[in-house]
């Protein structure tokens, strides 16, 4: 594959020139984050990416991980990666100084974990789980257990898992039975198997701090009886000293379609001690401080598949000769036009770059909300930001992943042949990808959480919270009249979309599995109308920017080439999520179960 170039560039674009972050960051007290500070992090960053990552992405792939009597070793060179990650201080760049971290904001560090998983998705595990690890002990651990466990985490010495599904049960964590029993000082000894386990064991760091749901004795049934409990691969004291070998052993790895070079475990607790974190039985209420950090990440996941795709299938296209132009020849010099001149290859291209683009920008825009929620002093600004956060979440999740799977398998058309060729890399973009619709809740989870938790949940106020900014900006730009069409657009996508909403509610009231059969495309609708106001901000900025004759004008020219492409093609896809929606669950329900397997 093409070298991968991390899109520093259009990330400090969106972050400075839409967003605004360096006031953001001001107002939030992060007075050393000046652009001159974020622009040299993200040199870095990106050499990081380009330089240590991208070069053993494929070998990650080829030679997997190998398990060997409750031991993994990771792949050539992930490990010395790993101990260049450490010694950068890239683990603590979010983190407070007073367990090593550096203080910086969330969002500067998120931004670049889109980069790291785009050089190389399967290392980029091992690291991104220990996030969500540090940020679910910091929230809801005692000061004991934060000195335990937060110091060598940050540093990176330490890594984290998250340990929710059992062989019996996937997303309904009701059914789970590992169990925790308590012991005279204080600890849990924990018994039970997980599975799929990202990164549960592995040779890059010292320890592995695995975040475990479990029932304590006598807990009620279902989700409201479980518990959270932390339990470390060694024993650890009050001061965050490593022990002996606790009772967890990894069992077996799995054999995956992707990410080959993330070791996805069984995880074994054989009366393994643990401590409680949180309150007994409300351990799926901490988990959630996980699971928000851990589904924005996949949905970088996404993003970042996209990207890399759209960086392999353009520089392809731009040399791969065959035919001839429609319009004539473009290339007297070679016995055939470079493919990029084929309409069907523009529309793949400019679909990925609309995609990574777009949801980049709707990426950035959430981990501003997620600033703001961490670092706002005002209360009233912290809880709009958290419940647009709310109804955000699980789109990011799902829309950036789906359309992952539609831009990578676009990059192998582009390749034709040779992108079905592994040498090409294009292939393993898709294999790897594939998984990110389904971890973390399937697609379908996160419908059904955005439309009957999210939507319904709140009888449409996180919906008219989130739709009021959207229109309130359209409005601002009326003098505009370059872009009126556009914002007419998604002015009109908001008022079906408001429809589409009362319409679902008042069938689901007669039949609850009209949720169900719309949520998905709703979803998917709501995901395209508000890629589609990130498009409308970003080629505003983008005209202002050529009328200012400032920064390089061939980039915001792409920008307003790729807006308008976006508008034309790709938000024209609602129709048919109109029209799934509104035939109702009846297509879906209707079939008795035994036809299923009539041939």
Not at 4 to 20: I, R, S
Not at 381 to 405: C, G, M, R, Y
Not at 459 to 476: P, W
Request: glycine share 10%; proline share 4%.
């Amino acid at each position: 594959m093409q070298n991968y170039k991390a899109p520093k560039t259009d990330t400090l674009f969106v972050m400075n020139e839409v967003f605004n972050f360096e006031a953001h960051y001001q107002r939030l007290g992060f007075t050393d984050a000046t652009p001159d500070l974020v622009d040299a992090i993200y040199a870095e960053a990106a050499k990081f990416a380009e330089e240590v990552l991208a070069p053993i992405n494929a070998i990650g792939d080829q030679e997997g991980c190998q398990w060997h009597d409750g031991e993994v070793t990771t792949p050539t060179g992930f490990k010395e990666a790993y101990a260049k990650y450490v010694e950068g201080g890239w683990p603590s760049m979010a983190h407070p100084e007073q367990y090593g971290g550096q203080a910086l904001p969330y969002s500067l560090a998120s931004a670049m974990a889109e980069w790291f998983s785009g050089a190389n998705h399967s290392w980029a595990m091992y690291p991104g789980l220990s996030q969500g690890c540090i940020d679910t002990i910091k929230a809801h651990g005692s000061d004991v257990q934060k000195e335990m466990f937060l110091h060598n985490l940050v540093a990176g010495t330490w890594t984290g898992t998250m340990c929710l599904t059992e062989p019996h049960c996937g997303s309904d964590l009701g059914m789970l039975k590992c169990k925790a029993e308590p012991n005279d000082d204080g600890t849990y000894k924990l018994t039970g198997t997980k599975i799929f386990i990202s990164a549960g064991e592995h040779d890059l760091s010292e320890n592995i701090v695995h975040i475990v749901l479990a029932r304590l004795p006598g807990a009620p049934e279902g989700t409201r009886g479980i518990s959270l409990f932390v339990v470390p691969k060694y024993h650890v004291d009050a001061q965050g000293n490593k022990g002996e070998r606790n009772t967890v052993k990894c069992g077996s790895i799995e054999h995956k379609m992707g990410i080959k070079g993330s070791a996805t475990c069984v995880i074994n607790f054989d009366e393994a001690t643990g401590v409680l974190i949180g309150e007994p039985n409300r351990g799926l209420n901490c988990m959630f401080t996980f699971m928000n950090i851990a589904r924005i990440g996949t949905g970088l996941e996404g993003l970042s598949a996209s990207e890399a795709s759209f960086q392999g299938a353009l520089a392809y296209a731009k040399d791969r000769l065959q035919f001839r132009a429609l319009t004539g020849k473009q290339n007297s010099e070679g016995p055939a036009d470079p493919i990029i001149v084929h309409p069907d290859v523009r529309r793949m291209l400019l679909t990925q770059k609309a995609f990574a683009e777009g949801n980049r920008a709707l990426a950035i825009y959430c981990m501003q909300l997620v600033d703001e929620t961490l670092y706002g002093t005002d209360a009233e600004t912290k809880q709009l930001a958290d419940n647009k956060l709310s109804l955000l979440t699980p789109i990011v999740k799902a829309f950036l992943t789906e359309t992952a799977l539609e831009s990578t398998s676009h990059g192998m058309q582009v390749y034709g042949g040779h992108g079905y060729i592994a040498e090409w890399g294009m292939e393993q973009l898709a294999r790897d990808t594939r998984i990110c619709t389904m971890y973390e809740g399937t697609t379908g989870i996160q419908a059904m959480d955005l439309l009957a938790r999210k939507i319904m949940g709140s009888k449409g106020e996180l919906l008219n919270i989130v739709q009021t900014e959207i229109l309130n900006y359209c409005h601002r730009i009326r003098d505009q009249q370059q872009f009126n069409a556009m914002a007419n657009a998604i002015q009109s996508h908001c008022d079906e979309w408001q429809q589409l909403t009362a319409e679902i509610g008042k069938s689901a009231q007669q039949n609850p599995n009209e949720l169900g059969a719309a949520s998905v495309d709703y979803l998917m609708y709501s995901g395209y109308v508000l890629v589609g106001y990130m498009w409308l901000q970003m080629a505003v900025v983008a005209q202002q920017k050529l009328d200012a004759g400032e920064g390089n004008p061939a980039f915001y020219q792409a920008k307003l080439h790729t807006a308008q492409f976006y508008f034309d093609r790709i938000l024209t896809r609602t129709r048919a999520h109109v029209s799934s929606i509104r035939s109702g669950a009846d297509n879906l329900m209707s079939m008795p179960e035994a036809l299923f397997n009539v041939s």
